[in-house]
Nanobody
Framework: QVQLVESGGGLVQAGGSLRLSCAASRRTLSRYPVGWFRQAPGKEREIVAAITWSGAGTYYGESVKGRFTISRDHAKNMVYLQMNSLKPEDTAVYYC?????????????????WGQGTQVTVSS
């Protein structure tokens, strides 16, 4: 089991930027595919971005393409979500998750370990 902790959320004006971080215990995060999900009030949890264990393969949800970037730093045992040009509709709780699967994992039920979530609020 991978223990995950997200950080970096907060309140930002539309058009601003935030960088979310996902840290893992025991230096094991680099072994797993990782995804970022978000859930807004009244909406289903949706995939935001995902990355393979190597960092070579990535996926982005259509609503964030060109604005968000997922990356990982194996040396620091961290995964990041750089969020630029934020919009009010990006407001949600953002979760980092790790999978024991392989490749770019897009389905929430294929992730095994989840962080506690971090709130991102974008004002207009």
């Amino acid at each position: 089991q991978v223990q995950l902790v997200e950080s970096g959320g907060g309140l930002v004006q539309a058009g601003g930027s935030l960088r979310l971080s996902c840290a893992a215990s025991r230096r094991t995060l680099s072994r797993y595919p990782v995804g970022w999900f978000r859930q807004a009030p009244g909406k289903e949890r949706e995939i935001v971005a995902a990355i393979t264990w190597s960092g070579a393969g990535t996926y982005y949800g259509e609503s964030v393409k060109g604005r968000f970037t997922i990356s990982r730093d194996h040396a620091k045992n961290m995964v990041y979500l750089q969020m630029n040009s934020l919009k009010p509709e990006d407001t949600a709780v953002y979760y980092c998750a790790a999978s024991r699967g392989v490749g770019v994992i897009l389905m929430a039920d294929e992730y095994d370990d989840w962080g506690q979530g971090t709130q991102v609020t974008v004002s207009s």
